[in-house]
T-cell receptor, first 115, second 110 residues
Framework: DGGITQSPKYLFRKEGQNVTLSCEQNLNHDAMYWYRQDPGQGLRLIYYSQIVNDFQKGDIAEGYSVSREKKESFPLTVTSAQKNPTAFYLC??????????????FGEGSWLTVV | GQQVMQIPQYQHVQEGEDFTTYCNSSTTLSNIQWYKQRPGGHPVFLIQLVKSGEVKKQKRLTFQFGEAKKNSSLHITATQTTDVGTYFCAASHNDYKLSFGAGTTVTVRA
């Protein structure tokens, strides 16, 4: 969706190398998320952040790391410890409707292939 | 892991026919959302349901939230080729995580 920029769109890396995926949003959203999608599969939550300098592990955080030093930026590092890193990575930012209600908007995604 | 289950996983529909996809949870949901992902694209927000028994319509799409707030459905009438894609439901329970179902992938035969 407009306002969320992921880069690069396609990335090839050798096995054993760390790689960082960029995610920037200009929507002034407090919450940001990283999801992983494997071919023909659903979305699995890697990490999420509700405010600057704070983030929580999602369901599949092992082998990944994030930082949230600025409200608009939430980069994801895929480390060499991630056993099957080849996937489609989706960044999202969220707007609060009050309480726990969130609607999130996705970037266009980054395809990571590890060879 | 996933907190919402979607069925069916695949739906092959004749153009012009109706179909329904379902989203179920074993626990009460604070709200449920639906997203559509076109082939090769990224998920796009369709709608959010909050109230028990809520029904919302978007043209040929009808979304419903169950009375117990544990299930939801998306019904599409008169399916068109533009309806092709994967429809995801997403829900938050008692925290700020938004968990997605596995999706229903819809294909349409003309």
């Amino acid at each position: 969706d407009g306002g969320i920029t992921q880069s690069p769109k396609y990335l090839f890396r050798k096995e054993g190398q760390n790689v960082t995926l960029s995610c920037e949003q200009n929507l002034n959203h407090d919450a940001m998320y990283w999801y992983r999608q494997d071919p023909g599969q659903g979305l699995r939550l890697i990490y999420y952040s509700q405010i600057v300098n704070d983030f929580q592990k999602g369901d599949i955080a092992e082998g990944y790391s994030v930082s949230r030093e600025k409200k608009e930026s939430f980069p994801l590092t895929v480390t060499s410890a991630q056993k099957n890193p080849t996937a489609f990575y989706l960044c999202a930012s969220g707007i609060s409707w009050g309480g726990l209600r969130r609607t999130i908007y996705f970037g266009e995604g980054s395809w990571l292939t590890v060879v | 892991g996933q907190q919402v289950m979607q069925i069916p996983q695949y739906q092959h529909v004749q153009e012009g026919e109706d179909f329904t996809t379902y989203c179920n949870s074993s626990t009460t949901l604070s709200n449920i959302q639906w997203y559509k992902q076109r082939p090769g694209g990224h998920p796009v927000f369709l709608i959010q349901l909050v109230k028990s028994g809520e029904v919302k319509k978007q043209k040929r799409l009808t979304f419903q939230f169950g009375e117990a707030k544990k299930n939801s459905s998306l019904h599409i009438t008169a399916t068109q080729t533009t309806d092709v894609g994967t429809y995801f439901c997403a829900a938050s329970h008692n925290d700020y995580k938004l968990s997605f179902g596995a999706g229903t992938t819809v294909t349409v035969r003309a």
